[in-house]
């Protein structure tokens, strides 16, 4: 959801103030792009999920969650690991000073781009207001977590419990998933 993708740049706005969110902001949508990456895969996966039922949809859905989470995994270190010079390279600037904003941010968005999976095939299964539950959930537990963070350890803390947010999304997607396949 859009709130619980941009919430975070609100917040840091007015406890930090606007022109902390600038690099915050830039690095976060610089890489979080690369989660259409796996949104398409799920939503290609998506028909079969709705068709399909019973050992071969269980089967299927732990064959594509473990494909998933093995390609991001290498996608997000390779991305981590490159990232002082991708940000070089597209913003023409050094941006070494926010490394812990990229190991955080490529982990949170490994975590989110593997969430994809299960929220897609939630919604394959009829099943759309399971994930739109658990961001009320979350969305309450969130926003006074991050006003929290920023205030006691700034841009850092904020980047941090953006990550826990997507832990615990994730968590929530595949414990529904995994109770509907049983």
Same mark, same amino acid.
Request: net charge positive; glycine share 6%.
């Given at each position: 959801?859009?709130?619980?993708?941009?919430?975070?740049? #609100?917040?840091?706005?007015?406890?930090?103030?606007?022109?902390?969110?600038?690099?915050?902001?830039?690095?976060?949508?610089?890489?979080?792009?690369?989660?259409?990456?796996?949104?398409?895969?799920?939503?290609?996966?998506?028909?079969? #999920?709705?068709?399909?039922?019973?050992?071969?949809?269980?089967?299927?859905?732990?064959?594509?969650?473990?494909?998933?989470?093995?390609?991001?995994?290498? *996608?997000?270190?390779? #991305?981590?690991?490159?990232?002082?010079?991708?940000?070089?390279?597209?913003?023409?600037?050094?941006?070494?000073?926010?490394?812990?904003? *990229?190991?955080?941010?490529?982990?949170?968005?490994?975590?989110?781009?593997?969430?994809?999976?299960?929220?897609? *095939?939630?919604?394959?299964?009829?099943?759309?207001?399971?994930?739109?539950?658990?961001?009320?959930?979350?969305?309450?537990?969130?926003?006074?977590?991050?006003?929290?963070?920023?205030?006691?350890?700034?841009?850092?803390?904020?980047?941090?419990?953006?990550?826990?947010?997507?832990?615990?999304?994730?968590?929530?997607?595949?414990?529904?998933?995994?109770?509907?396949?049983?």
């Amino acid at each position: 959801s859009p709130l619980m993708m941009y919430g975070d740049r #609100f917040i840091i706005s007015s406890i930090l103030g606007a022109n902390m969110v600038g690099i915050y902001a830039v690095l976060q949508e610089m890489m979080g792009r690369t989660v259409l990456f796996s949104a398409s895969f799920a939503a290609a996966l998506l028909p079969r #999920f709705a068709r399909d039922s019973g050992a071969k949809l269980k089967a299927d859905y732990l064959k594509y969650n473990s494909i998933m989470i093995a390609a991001m995994a290498v *996608f997000y270190l390779v #991305f981590w690991l490159c990232s002082k010079y991708m940000a070089e390279l597209w913003l023409g600037q050094d941006l070494s000073a926010s490394t812990t904003i *990229f190991a955080l941010f490529s982990f949170a968005l490994f975590v989110n781009s593997t969430a994809q999976l299960p929220f897609y *095939f939630l919604h394959a299964k009829g099943m759309p207001e399971v994930p739109a539950k658990f961001h009320i959930l979350e969305f309450l537990i969130y926003v006074p977590s991050c006003i929290w963070a920023t205030i006691n350890y700034g841009i850092a803390g904020a980047a941090s419990v953006w990550v826990l947010r997507v832990i615990l999304d994730w968590i929530l997607l595949q414990w529904a998933v995994r109770k509907l396949l049983g």
